[in-house]
């Protein structure tokens, strides 16, 4: 059974940072995707960034160049770092691992940009 624990969330100024963790229990492989997603009031979930092994990684153009997608495959766990947060990044925050077609969420972090 595989669980995914998000941190990190809460409110912070627009131009301010903040670090998403997700930390994977179960039978987790190096090989499996790892990535965040968000989801902002009446809005579809989008991605926000993923990886796959340690070279390849995919953001989205709203986040590239001010986020920051890490992992630490000894102890299973995924980071987030986001600056130059903006209002628009406000959303509830959510950690995914995908294999093959098989995937797995998160419960979710709350993630406010606002003065």
């Known amino acids: 059974q595989i669980q995914l624990v998000e941190s990190g969330g809460g409110l912070v100024q627009p131009g301010g940072s903040l670090r998403l963790s997700c930390a994977a229990s179960?039978?987790?492989?190096?090989?499996?995707?790892m990535g965040w997603y968000r989801q902002a009031p009446g809005k579809q979930r989008e991605l926000v960034a993923e990886?796959?092994?340690?070279?390849?990684?995919n953001y989205a153009d709203s986040v590239n160049g001010r986020f920051t997608i890490s992992r630490n495959y000894a102890e299973n766990t995924v980071y987030l770092q986001m600056n130059g947060l903006k209002p628009e990044d406000t959303a509830v925050y959510y950690c995914?691992?995908?294999?093959?077609?098989?995937?797995?969420w998160g419960q979710g972090t709350q993630v406010t940009v606002s003065s």
């Open positions: 179960g039978s987790i492989s190096s090989s499996d995707t």
């Open positions: 995914l691992l995908r294999r093959g077609l098989q995937v797995y």
């Open positions: 990886m796959q092994r340690a070279v390849r990684t």
